[in-house]
């Protein structure tokens, strides 16, 4: 049984950074694609970095993309952190981690994605 573990998060002002880590347990290999979604109240779930593992080829959503940097944690077998920087009030949402049970390539489709995180939320300030 595929399990996830975020840590990570909190309350930041405009500008700020804030780190993000998911660790994965249960996987046999490394064919495998981890990503964080972000979902704010009244707002669709979207993917913000995906990233495959077995490559570290990675996905950003324009809306992040020179301010966020996912990267595979090498200290663990299945792992990613997410270094979010420059943040904005936009930002704030509900941080999901989420991995599939087996990818070939990197994908920001939701439907990949079938283990999902608690959730952890970031909120950004003016």
């Known amino acids: 049984q595929v399990q996830l573990v975020e840590s990570g998060g909190g309350s930041v002002q405009a500008g700020g950074s804030v780190r993000l880590s998911c660790a994965a347990s249960g996987y046999a290999g490394s064919r495998v694609c981890m990503g964080w979604f972000r979902q704010d109240r009244g707002k669709e779930r979207e993917a913000v970095a995906t990233?495959?593992?077995?490559?570290?080829?990675?996905?950003y959503a324009d809306s992040v993309k020179g301010r966020f940097t996912i990267s595979r944690d090498n200290s663990k077998k299945i792992a990613n952190y997410l270094q979010m920087n420059s943040l904005k009030p936009e930002d704030t949402a509900v941080y999901y981690c989420a991995s599939t049970r087996w990818c070939d390539r990197v994908s920001s489709a939701e439907s990949s994605y079938h283990y999902w995180g608690q959730g952890t939320q970031v909120t950004v300030s003016s």
């Open positions: 990233i495959y593992i077995a490559d570290s080829s990675t996905y």
